[in-house]
Structures are given as structure tokens and as C-alpha cells.
């Protein structure tokens, strides 16, 4: 994290600009625990209570159909850190992830950070960073969705914390959601449902309220494709159908997403900013794609077009308040090749593009692997089960991501 827009790039100089900030970061399922304690569940409570026995097949972060058969294959079990630099969603020991017990895990406890506030500090004060990135839950802040009134343990827990950061030179930095939306929330359709709205404007004035005097770096959302990721895959929370769902459901809620986030953006610039001196912005998912053949032309054009159709995506229509025309005729054409007659991707109206675009003050960037891609062969695209897949229409290199051990 930087604070200066014109600070000389590591690129450049070979070194950190003074005004670099090193720090940490959890997400609140991640490390919190206390599942059932000041809170309602959560949809990845609900996902892994119900999954548990059947998890090490299910929880492959958009994982490709190919991929996973190719572990299968070889008799080697596709863990999550086999393919990724990342831990499991929750926090689990590493002697775990090595012997694959991980998968007998789940957020219950993790790492009890809710009962541990004065050990969490102690850990960042002897690792010397500068900021803590760390997400609010939201049924700790209002557990329960139909009446909307303020959760105080949840809310004690999150002003003791960030007193303690403050207190001991470490600069808060707060998400506000990071797909751990409540079960009964979900219920009423969640992001697919605009009247949630109202419950997003609810949470984040009770957040800015509360905690807006000493948090000045606020994220509206992070990672919104893998948002979108369990609205059209098994293997994400809350888990829909891959076959039935993707390049539907997934697009519907990558919409509501922005608007959400948007508006979020405009109730704190409205009501809050002037007062409360901070800034609000987003962070965006990202895999870097790299050619399979970084000789061969159409190789090199699938990377790039790879690059556009992800976090490029959400780049556009942050700049923008509009999808790029790629997304849009990556979809058409889909649409007229398997003869799908509804429109499963819209564009914003007018109002809400001048409400989306340019609503932020930063962007952040969460970097996450990197892949080997080539252009799909019609026989893939034929049977590759999921939707956006093959609007996108790119094929992983197995070799990129494949353990040592195969």
C-alpha cells in the first residue's frame, strides 16, 4: 500500500518509496471463529456444516473441470495449495495442509481471533508491519436481517480491535464485506434481490459510525468474482449448480455487486467524508495469464484476452460504468452458438453509470497465481461444463499448475 500517487515505483528505483506501508491482512471467516456467538451463520458456516464430509471434493476455487480430472487421474489429491499460494478459506495449521487433514477443518474456530484481540495485536507488533487489512463480518453487525438493528457484541469486538491498532501505531484498514453474507440474507435472494440494498446502506452507515472516526481506508468489497464464484460453482459458497447456474446467475451477481458497492461508495462521500476525512475504495481479484506458447500468436492474443475478461472486466466497469464491449461479445457469441436466447448479461442504465464510474479513491489488488493459457478447441469448449468458461474461452495449461509430485 502506498500513500502518495506519485511515489517512484519499486520498478524504477530498486527500492520501497518511504511512503510504502507493509502490512497484513485477514478475511473475518478466515481467522474469527465464535461461528455461533454474536452473530447469525454465516453462508460459508451453512456451506461447510452441510459439505463437511464431502469438502475435499468440493472446495477448488473455480477450479477447471479439466484440472481437477487430471488430479484425479494420477491418484493425487487436488488441494487448494497445490494449485494456489493461498491457504485454505479458513485458517488451518500447515502440518494439516501437508498430511491433507485440512479437509476435516472447517471456520468454526479457525483462528479464535474473536477471543484472542490482545494476542493478535502482540503477533503484528512482533512482525512490525504498518497496517492490518482485516474484513467486518456482517451478521456480527446486524445478525438479524429483517429488523436490522445493530449486533453490540459484534460491534464491541470490532471498536476494541481497532483501538488497539490505533493505540499501538498500526493503521486499520477495514473491508466491509468479503463474501460471508448471512444465511438468512441469502435466503431472500442476496445479491440477486434489490431491495437488499437497504441492507447494505444499513450495515455501512452502522460501520461508519461507529468506526468511521478512526478507520480512514475503507474497502467496499473484496474479490467480487469469487462473489460471483458461488453463485455458479459447487465449490464456493453458498455452491450452486455449476451446469445450471454459470454464466447466469454468477453475471447477475457481479451486477448487483457494483451497484452495491457504488452506492456504498455515495452514502460515504454524502454523509460521511467531509467529516470523517477518509477514503473509500475497492479491491479487485487478479491471476496474471501468460501464453502457453509465448511464440505463437493466437497463444499471446488468448492471454491478453484472458487478462480483459477478469480483472480487466472489473476494471472497465469501475473506469467506465460500463462493461467492455469484449465481456458483451464474449457472451454473444456463446449465446448464438449453443442458441441461448436470453440476455444473461445487461448494461447498466445512465443513472447507474454516472453512480458506478469513477465513485472510488484507490484500488487495491489482490494477486492471487499465475496460469499458462491457450485458445479452447471446440471439443473442450463442447464439454466443459461451466458456462462463463467458455464465454471467456480459455484453456489452463495442466503443466502450469500441476504439484511437483505428478
Same mark, same amino acid.
Given at each position: 500500500m502506498t500513500t502518495k500517487d506519485n511515489a517512484p515505483s519499486? &520498478?524504477?528505483?530498486?527500492? +520501497?518509496?518511504?511512503s510504502f506501508l507493509f502490512g497484513v491482512s485477514t478475511g473475518a471467516y478466515q481467522v474469527e471463529g465464535a461461528w455461533n456467538e454474536d452473530k447469525t451463520p454465516t453462508i460459508w458456516d451453512d456451506y461447510f456444516h452441510k459439505n463437511q464430509a464431502n469438502m475435499r471434493y468440493r472446495y477448488f476455487i473455480d477450479m477447471p473441470n479439466h484440472v481437477f480430472e487430471h488430479f484425479k487421474q494420477k491418484d493425487v489429491e487436488p488441494r487448494l495449495v497445490d494449485m494456489y499460494k493461498g491457504m485454505a478459506i479458513y485458517e488451518v495449521p500447515s502440518s494439516a495442509v501437508e498430511d491433507g487433514?485440512?479437509? *476435516? +477443518? *472447517?471456520? !468454526? /474456530? &479457525? &483462528?479464535?481471533?474473536?477471543?484472542?484481540?490482545? #494476542? !493478535?495485536?502482540?503477533?503484528?507488533?512482533e512482525l512490525g508491519v504498518q497496517t492490518y487489512r482485516f474484513t467486518i463480518s456482517p451478521t456480527r453487525i446486524i445478525p438479524e436481517v429483517h429488523d436490522h438493528l445493530p449486533g453490540k457484541g459484534g460491534i464491541k469486538y470490532y471498536n476494541d480491535l481497532i483501538d488497539k491498532l490505533v493505540e499501538n501505531g498500526i493503521t486499520p484498514v477495514v473491508h466491509?464485506?468479503?463474501?460471508? &453474507?448471512? #444465511?438468512?440474507y441469502n435466503i431472500i435472494g442476496g445479491l440477486t434481490n434489490n431491495a437488499t440494498y437497504e441492507f447494505h446502506e444499513n450495515y455501512?452507515? /452502522?460501520?461508519?459510525?461507529? +468506526?468511521? !472516526?478512526? #478507520?480512514k481506508h475503507w474497502i467496499t468489497s473484496s474479490d467480487i468474482w469469487l462473489i460471483a464464484e458461488g453463485y455458479n460453482s459447487e465449490h464456493f459458497a453458498p455452491? +450452486?449448480?455449476e451446469k445450471s447456474f454459470s454464466g447466469f446467475s454468477d453475471y447477475q451477481i457481479l451486477h448487483h455487486c457494483f451497484l452495491c458497492m457504488a452506492n456504498v461508495s455515495r452514502i460515504y462521500n454524502t454523509e460521511f467524508k467531509e467529516k470523517q476525512k477518509g477514503q473509500l475504495g475497492y479491491c479487485v481479484d487478479t491471476m496474471w495469464f501468460y501464453p502457453q506458447d509465448p511464440n505463437n500468436p493466437e497463444h499471446q492474443k488468448c492471454a491478453e484476452r484472458a487478462r480483459k475478461l477478469t480483472f480487466g472486466a472489473l476494471m472497465d466497469v469501475f473506469r467506465t460504468g460500463q462493461y467492455s464491449n469484449e465481456m458483451l461479445e464474449s457472451v454473444k457469441a456463446t449465446n448464438e452458438r449453443e442458441g441461448i436466447r436470453v440476455d444473461r448479461i445487461k448494461q447498466f442504465t445512465a443513472q447507474e453509470q454516472e453512480l458506478i464510474k469513477d465513485s472510488f479513491d484507490f484500488v487495491m489488488v489482490n494477486y492471487f497465481s499465475s496460469v499458462k493459457v491457450r485458445p479452447m478447441t471446440s471439443e473442450e469448449r463442447?464439454?466443459?461444463?461451466?458456462?462463463?468458461?467458455? !464465454?471467456r474461452g480459455y484453456y489452463i495449461d495442466v503443466d502450469s499448475i500441476t504439484p511437483t509430485d505428478v
Open positions: 519499486f &520498478a524504477s528505483t530498486g527500492q +520501497f518509496p518511504e487433514t485440512c479437509f *476435516n +477443518f *472447517n471456520g !468454526d /474456530i &479457525a &483462528a479464535d481471533s474473536y477471543h484472542k484481540t490482545d #494476542v !493478535d495485536i502482540q503477533l503484528l507488533k466491509l464485506y468479503h463474501y460471508d &453474507a448471512g #444465511v438468512h455501512a452507515r /452502522i460501520c461508519f459510525e461507529n +468506526f468511521g !472516526d478512526r #478507520v455452491g +450452486f449448480q463442447d464439454t466443459e461444463p461451466n458456462r462463463k468458461r467458455r !464465454d
